[in-house]
Nanobody
């Protein structure tokens, strides 16, 4: 069992930055590839990006060049650095742990609101 807890959300003006954190706990928490997703009311959950165990990353086109995912395995924490935010980035952001190709464990989400 892996417990994921996101933090770092909040209100930011357009053009600003936020860094989200996802702290993982559990005996094998550092052994998973991790993903970030986001969701707005009435829409399906959207893939934002992911990071492998080795640290390789890939991103959705909508955030490429603005968002960066990193991980600190010693702290069992994954980060989502978000720059040049715009109102379309407003959403609840979730982290998830990938086990055998499936995102099995999910956090409770952290809300990000970007104002004009």
């Amino acid at each position: 069992q892996v417990l994921l807890v996101e933090s770092g959300g909040g209100l930011v003006q357009a053009g600003g930055s936020l860094r989200l954190s996802c702290a993982a706990s559990g005996p094998t928490a550092s052994n998973y590839a991790m993903g970030w997703f986001r969701q707005t009311p009435g829409k399906e959950r959207e893939f934002v990006g992911r990071i492998s165990l080795s640290g390789s990353t890939d991103y959705a086109d909508s955030v490429k060049g603005r968002f960066t995912i990193s991980r600190d395995n010693a702290k069992n924490t994954v980060y989502l650095q978000m720059n040049s935010l715009n109102p379309e980035d407003t959403a609840v952001y979730y982290c998830a742990a990938n086990t055998s190709g499936t995102y099995t464990y999910w956090g409770q989400g952290t809300s990000v609101t970007v104002s004009l």
